[in-house]
């Protein structure tokens, strides 16, 4: 076995978040100074993170939908886009061997958006943005061309994590709902550990997966070509 197969893109990403304990985290510090593909995919996955991270935080928010039906001025503008498409591209010729959930994923190229997979991101403790994605979830799922193979999560983070909360969100009812239709629902793990840090219990409604940061949902689907709207 390579000393690079010995790490996994789970574990590189932990180091690079500064989450492994330090017996684990100097084992990596050797391997890479050994092996340079190694130390390869650690930079590359450093400077995607960062470029997404910087794109998706400047992610406008959407315009009022038009009488005709659609969002005024498209889900991005062009200048998020072209970041994150430099962002993705700025890594052509990296395969992921393992991604978050073991799927192969192929980021030689910024991936044109799908029309049947769709990620929303609500980052506001306002129960209008709130409302906001639920409806637009809904819209994706049942309305007009919908598609049988359509695909839709919602994570939240920051102030949206409100929106997963069983003791602050107005919405169980319609996030169960849209839960049985498939929708899956992530609530950001770091948002939630720095609110833990702060002495506050988080409950959570039984729909909410925790499994991900709301960064590492966005990079990931992004990569997979998935259409993104912050809302």
Known sequence: MKKDDMVS???????????????????????????????????RQRKLKELVQHAYREVPEPRRRDSRGGPRGGLFSLAAAAVLALAIGLVGGWIASRSLDREAVATSAAVPASQNTWLLHVASADPARMQL???????????AGASATRRVEIVANEGGL????????????RIRELAEQDVLFFACNRAIERL???GVEVHLLPEANTHYSALDRVVYRMQQGWTYQKI
Not at 27 to 42: A, H, N, Q, V
Not at 133 to 143: I, P, V, W, Y
Request: with cysteine.
């Open 9 to 43: 893109d789970e574990q590189l990403s932990a180091f690079l978040d500064g989450e492994l304990e330090s017996e684990e985290e100097n084992r990596i510090f050797t391997l890479s100074e050994k092996c340079p593909e190694l130390d390869g995919r650690l930079c």
């Open 196 to 198: 833990e840090e702060q």
């Open 133 to 143: 994605a639920l409806d637009r979830a809904d819209e994706l799922m049942n309305g």
């Open 162 to 173: 409100d929106l997963l909360r069983s003791d602050r969100s107005p919405f169980a009812d």
